[in-house]
Structure formats: structure tokens, C-alpha cells
């Protein structure tokens, strides 16, 4: 089945510091890539879908000089955080959906946790 | 606004046992698709079932879908210890998701 690549799986850094978290398609070529943050024991808040060759879209409430979004090709879409504090600390997670049409199944990356110090 | 709000938020049930777990949404859908999450991982997709289909399975996974109530459900039957997960529904529209609803199945 199709693959869905994200790392690094686990970030800690200490305040300040930008972060960027990788999404790739590794078996399929991704027109549209999600990216999501989810909380403990709570659900996936979407933050922008991006498609390739194109600006982001984002979500209302969510900084897009904060949270830069590239999706430069059709198989790596890349997250960064910018000068990220504690409150960023977070599980996010990207997905990836190949193809034409909206029926077509969203495939997901593996998470990255991050922790600001 | 988040879509596709699911119920119960938590269900605990014995091995063996049938879990039913729903799914509602606001707007229209061109199709809804339902995953699982192990704790600390990414989403798996379980089934996507199409707005003109009404049942769908796949192996102990039975999906409905009534446009008219703008609901679904997923049944897992004979639940396994090994099904213990959240399960969320999106609509493909948007890929919001619900809440979802936490699974425990005892051994």
C-alpha cells in the first residue's frame, strides 16, 4: 500500500529554535498534502493543506509566518516551526492523498512529537 | 469548525464482543472515510465509503452510510485486544476530523 514517510519522529529543542518536519510520498506522487497537530487524548486539528507548486492554505487561528509550509514537489511537503516555544510542543502530523478527485484515501505519516524546552 | 463529530467518545468493551461506533457530519460529502489510531502513531485507513453507497465491509469492518441523517457507523465485530485504538471519520471534502471515539477492548 501506499507509504507515507515523516521524520524526524521525535524533536526536542530548546526554545527559539526553528524546526522543520518532513513529509514524503514515497511510493506515489501526492497533489495535495494535509498537515495536522494534534493534542493528548484529543483530535487532529487541521492546520493547512498545501498543494504542489502552490501556496498553502491554512486554517483560521493558525500563523503562517509561524508554521511555513513548502510542498516544492509532488512527493515532499515540509512543515517548519519557526523560533518555536513551549507552547508549540505538540504531535504533528502529515498526510498525503494521491491522484485526481477527492475519492481517493488520505495516507498518513507516522507523527512527530515535538518538545521545546 | 472541525467535521465528522463521532460517539461515543469512549467505549470499553470484552473481547469478542461487537463495537458500533458513529459518525455525524453537517455538511454534504462526496464520500466519508474512516481510520484508526494506535496511541503516539499516524492515522490508518480502514474503509472510505462513497455518498451513493449505503454498506461497505471489509473483513471484520462494516461500514454504513445514511446521507438522509448525514451519519455513519463503523462495526468491528468479534473485537480482538489488538483493535484498541481511536477511530475518527473525515469527510474527504476537507479531511476534518471528529473527536473520535476511544476503543478498549478488554482480553
Known amino acids: 500500500g501506499a507509504v507515507v514517510s515523516q521524520h524526524p519522529s521525535r524533536v526536542i529543542c530548546k526554545s527559539g529554535t526553528s524546526v522543520k518536519i518532513e513529509c514524503r510520498s514515497l511510493?506515489?506522487?501526492?497533489?495535495?498534502m494535509f498537515w495536522y497537530r494534534q493534542f493528548p487524548k484529543k483530535s487532529l486539528m487541521l492546520m493547512a493543506t498545501?498543494?504542489?507548486?502552490?501556496?498553502?492554505?491554512?486554517e483560521q487561528g493558525v500563523e503562517k509566518d509561524k508554521f511555513l509550509i513548502n510542498h516544492a514537489s509532488l512527493t515532499l511537503s515540509t512543515l517548519t516551526v519557526t523560533s518555536a516555544h513551549p507552547e508549540d510542543s505538540s504531535f504533528y502530523i502529515c498526510?498525503?492523498?494521491?491522484?485526481?478527485?477527492?475519492?481517493?484515501?488520505?495516507?498518513f505519516g507516522d507523527g512527530t512529537r515535538l518538545s521545546i524546552l | 469548525s472541525q467535521q465528522g463529530e463521532e460517539d461515543p467518545q469512549a467505549l470499553s468493551i470484552q473481547e469478542g464482543e461487537n463495537a458500533t461506533m458513529n459518525c455525524s457530519y453537517k455538511?454534504?460529502?462526496?464520500?466519508l472515510q474512516w481510520y484508526r489510531q494506535n496511541s503516539g502513531r499516524g492515522l490508518v485507513h480502514l474503509i472510505l465509503?462513497?455518498?451513493?453507497?449505503r454498506e461497505k465491509h471489509s473483513g471484520r469492518l462494516r461500514v454504513t452510510l445514511d446521507t438522509s441523517k448525514k451519519s455513519s457507523s463503523l462495526l468491528i465485530t468479534a473485537s480482538r485486544a489488538a483493535d484498541t485504538a481511536s477511530y475518527f471519520c473525515?469527510?474527504?471534502?476537507?479531511?476534518?476530523f471528529g473527536a473520535g471515539t476511544r476503543l478498549t477492548v478488554k482480553p
Open positions: 498526510s498525503a492523498r494521491g491522484g485526481v478527485g477527492e475519492n481517493q484515501p488520505q495516507h
Open positions: 511510493d506515489f506522487q501526492a497533489t495535495t
Open positions: 498545501s498543494n504542489e507548486g502552490s501556496k498553502a492554505t491554512y
Open positions: 455538511t454534504s460529502i462526496n464520500n
Open positions: 465509503i462513497r455518498s451513493n453507497e
Open positions: 473525515a469527510r474527504n471534502n476537507d479531511m476534518r
